[in-house]
Structure formats: C-alpha cells, structure tokens
C-alpha cells in the first residue's frame, strides 16, 4: 500500500465548478499535512497546508481527519488559471524530516 | 531575493554515464532535500543534507550520493546512470530540517 494515495483524476470540469480532491494517508504518526500544486513541468509550490481544525483560503478549503486519516481539498468557482496537479503531502515528523507526496491528481478546467 | 535555484535547467546524458546536479538553497535556508519525480508519478525523497551532513536518505541505491558545502549549496551525484534514472529532479530547501520545504525549477535528466 502507498504511504498516501490520491484520485489521479483527471478531473476535467468546467469554469464556476466546485471540485473535491481526496487523500489517505497509512502512517498513524503523520504530523504534518499540505496540499501543493503543481503546473505542468514546473517545481510544485505549497497552496496550503491542511490543520485539524479545517482552513480555509479564499476559495480553497483544506480538511484533516486524523480518525480516519484523511485529507480532503474543495475548490469553490473553479478558474481556469486553477488547471494543474494538486498533489497531497504528508510529513511524519519527528525523525523522519522528509516530504511524502501522492502521485497527484490532474484538474483541468474547461471553459 | 533569489529563491531555490538549481543547474542545469536540461541535461541528456548516456547509460552508464555519471552526472552532477547543483543547488543553490534560498536565502536564509540551511537545509536541502532532494527528490526524484518521475513521469506521472508525485516527488519521491533522495536524501536531506543539514549542516554539510547526510541526515535522512529514501530508498535509492548507493549510486545515489551527495554533499553539502558550507554555504548550503548542494550537489547530487548519480553514477552508473540506467535510463530509468529519466526524470526531473527538484531539490527543496527550507530553515532547519523541519521547516516548510521551497523547491527550485528541477533539473530534468534524461538518459538515453
């Protein structure tokens, strides 16, 4: 089993849409939770990182639920400017310092 | 201020061959993180350097190695390139070894 696992999508809606990506994690001890972005060919670049307690940034909102070790991201009003692959992310934390990511799930959004 | 900058940009070398990939850290940062990404698949961690050391290391073969200088730029070393060693390879840097990761462009290796 992966240490986390994502939809790979694609996910192809169109502009003005909400989108919901999911992911799991395996590894109980997990402290830490991101979802990053990713455009084609480029370097990802963190959108948000993801709290218990649910956070929201403008139209993206970010859940945990560490019971059932899972993370979810919920775009609002999609644009078309949001087409790229989120990816989900997880850090044991503690001794273990390094990023685990998903494969990642591709949104396009169409116009 | 200049963020995570990483050379060469491209590179295509042959089976067999060894290669050196540069990082340079964003300003501020002491640690760096090196990952692989294959096609289609999310980044997977090569090795972190803090402090000019080796402090955690993912599941890649010896052919795999690296250094840290003392001003935090970094290199990765592969030799014995097979050509499933094709990918882009991103280094992150960050503040101490738990600190939110930044990642430079990636340098994209091919091997023919």
């Known amino acids: 089993r992966k240490e986390v696992e994502q939809d790979p999508g694609p996910f192809n809606v169109p502009e003005g849409a909400t989108v919901a990506f999911n992911c799991t994690y395996s590894?109980?001890?997990?402290?830490?939770f991101f979802w990053y972005r990713q455009d084609c060919r480029k370097e990802p670049k963190l959108l948000m990182s993801?709290?218990?307690s649910g956070n929201e940034d403008g139209r993206f909102t970010a859940q945990l639920n560490r019971a059932s070790q899972y993370i979810s991201l919920l775009i609002r009003d999609s644009k078309l400017s949001d087409s790229a692959t989120y990816l989900c992310?997880?850090?044991?934390?503690?001794?273990?310092?390094?990023?685990?990511f998903g494969s990642g799930t591709q949104l396009t959004v169409l116009p | 201020d200049a963020g995570v900058t990483q050379s060469p940009t491209h590179l295509i070398k042959t089976r067999g061959q060894q290669v050196t990939l540069r990082c340079s850290p964003k300003?501020?940062?002491?640690?760096v993180s090196w990952y692989q990404q294959a096609l289609g698949q999310g980044p997977q961690f090569i090795f972190q350097?803090?402090?000019?050391?080796?402090?955690q290391r993912g599941n890649f073969p010896d052919r795999f190695s690296g250094h840290q200088f003392p001003n935090y730029s970094s290199e990765l070393n592969v030799n014995a390139l097979l050509l499933g060693d094709s990918a882009l390879y991103l280094c992150?840097?960050?503040?101490?070894?738990?600190?939110?990761?930044?990642f430079g462009n990636g340098t994209r290796l091919t091997v023919t």
């Open positions: 992150a840097s960050s503040f101490s070894e738990a600190g939110l990761h930044h």
């Open positions: 590894n109980s001890a997990s402290q830490s």
């Open positions: 993801v709290y218990s």
């Open positions: 992310v997880v850090n044991q934390g503690g001794s273990a310092r390094q990023l685990t």
């Open positions: 300003s501020g940062h002491d640690t």
């Open positions: 350097y803090y402090e000019e050391e080796e402090r």
